[in-house]
């Protein structure tokens, strides 16, 4: 049975890697096909910027799905279980709603579709270092790192329910490309921020002499 807890750690974690590879591949090409296809990317106003910033924050988030799965494969061994088989699918099929959701007519659903994005990809890292420190292996890097709280993690989530709310209001009533675009650039400050502590994470790892902190362990 030792044996078999083994190859699953070792075999598991790269599988997976490899089926989220494909669909983040599928996720960039719908992506690419809408920018060469709307014909509203193409004009000198307020909505072509909005599209825009729409779209360079939606590959940002491609990014970080990617990488949260990538760093956290490459550090650390843990015990999957039989959901690290289904959360890729579940992450492609709400990229790809994103996607299609990219029109300025449909944008209260496009930010309520990037909140649960944002809000999947943490509580995937959660969970997986929750499992990374129950394993063993991974002693040394946990050793002096006290478990994450609730309250951790209370910025992210506020402005998660930020995105949340604000996407439900503008499902419902109409918004300007203004307002629009003042929400889309704290969407994307928020993926920026993610994006510099992965990255800032990653570094402190390969340092012998700095035990870094990464989020929600």
């Known amino acids: 049975m030792n044996d078999i807890r083994n190859r699953v750690r070792s075999n598991v974690p790269a599988v997976v890697l ?3 590879g494909i ?6 090409e719908q992506l690419w096909t809408h920018v060469l296809h709307s014909d509203v990317l193409y004009a000198l106003n307020w909505q ?9 924050t939606t590959l940002i988030a491609i990014i970080l799905v990617w990488l ?3 760093v956290n494969v490459t550090r650390f061994r843990w015990l999957p279980t039989v959901y690290e088989f289904i959360l890729p699918f579940w992450v492609g099929f709400i990229q790809l709603l994103v996607i299609q959701a990219l029109a300025t007519t449909a944008i209260g659903f496009w930010f309520m ?8 990809m943490i509580w995937i890292a959660q969970t997986t270092l929750r499992k990374a420190r129950l394993d063993g292996g991974n002693a040394s ?19 998660i329910g930020l995105i949340l709310t604000f996407g439900l209001y ?10 629009n675009l003042s929400m889309l650039l704290i969407m994307l ?3 920026c921020l993610h994006f510099k502590a992965l990255t800032d994470g990653w570094q402190r790892s390969l340092s012998p002499n700095d035990n870094p902190t990464p989020p929600g362990c």
């Open 18 to 20: 490899t089926l989220l």
């Open 23 to 28: 669909i983040q591949a599928l996720a960039l």
């Open 48 to 56: 072509t910027l909005t599209t825009w910033t729409q779209i360079f």
């Open 68 to 70: 949260v799965y990538a």
């Open 113 to 120: 579709l990037m909140g649960v994005l944002f809000g999947t």
């Open 141 to 159: 890097f946990f050793a002096t790192i006290p478990p994450a709280t609730w309250s951790d993690f209370l910025p992210t989530l506020t402005i």
């Open 170 to 179: 503008a499902a419902i009533f109409k918004t300007g490309d203004l307002t």
């Open 189 to 191: 400050l928020f993926a």
